[in-house]
């Protein structure tokens, strides 16, 4: 069974650095695309961008670029968005997604991630 | 970028009922659009790709059709777990995907 199960909620403040996780599992990780999609609190979905964990290639919609960065572990089958610096308009659920043909098949759970002073 | 955009904002249908969803895309993005569904405190659920193709596992009754601009997702006969919020999402111009702002389909 496929799974991505991503790291736990958290709280920081602006300006501090964050890097949450999602784990892949039921499939071999390295092959398919992982994306990163924002849900700001009562909003929409936003794409940010994906990663290729076979080769570490990363693309990032302009939104994004240089705001995030997306990595892999291919050893743990472990994806990674990180922020060096967060504002407070980095608040929201992030949900890391496989990338499968013409889909976003499977979705991780989402991890809120809170910056408030 | 490419936007979409969902109409109505708001259904509010009864069970049984058939419910009809429009995205209409700003440029061609030919069949390359995806729908999504979102219930409270969930994540989204893939339920349609390239435009028409059901996902593993997606009930009969979840339809989409259209290319180019003009798309539709049709529930033919509303199930109560069907109210939800629905997201198109194309996926023509990689790597700037966009969503659709969404419909919220709620029980009349």
């Known amino acids: 069974e496929v799974q991505l199960v991503q790291s736990g909620a958290e709280v920081k403040k602006p300006g501090e650095s964050l890097k949450i996780s999602c784990k892949g599992s039921g499939y071999r990780f390295s092959t398919y695309w992982i994306g990163w999609v924002r849900q700001m609190p009562g909003k929409g979905l936003e794409w940010m961008g994906a990663m290729y964990p076979a080769d570490s290639y990363a693309r990032y919609t302009p939104s994004f670029q240089g705001q995030v960065t997306i990595s892999a572990d291919r050893s743990i089958s472990t994806a990674y968005l990180q922020w060096r610096r967060l504002r407070d308009s980095d608040t929201g659920i992030y949900y890391c997604v496989r990338e499968h043909g013409g889909s976003s098949d499977y979705w991780g759970q989402g991890t809120l991630v809170t910056v408030s002073s | 970028e490419i936007v979409l955009t969902q109409s109505p904002a708001t259904l509010s249908l009864s069970p049984g009922e058939r419910a009809t969803l429009s995205c209409r895309a700003s440029?061609?993005?030919?069949?390359?659009l995806a729908w999504y569904q979102q219930k409270p405190g969930q994540a989204p659920r893939l339920l349609i790709y390239?435009?028409?193709i059901r996902a593993t596992g997606i009930p009969a009754r979840f339809s989409g059709s259209g290319s180019g601009t003009d798309f539709t997702l049709t529930i033919s006969s509303l199930e109560p777990e069907d109210f939800a919020v629905y997201y198109c999402q194309q996926r023509s111009n990689w790597p700037l995907y966009t969503f659709g702002q969404g419909t919220k389909l709620e029980i009349k």
């Open positions: 390239d435009a028409s």
């Open positions: 440029q061609s993005v030919s069949n390359y």
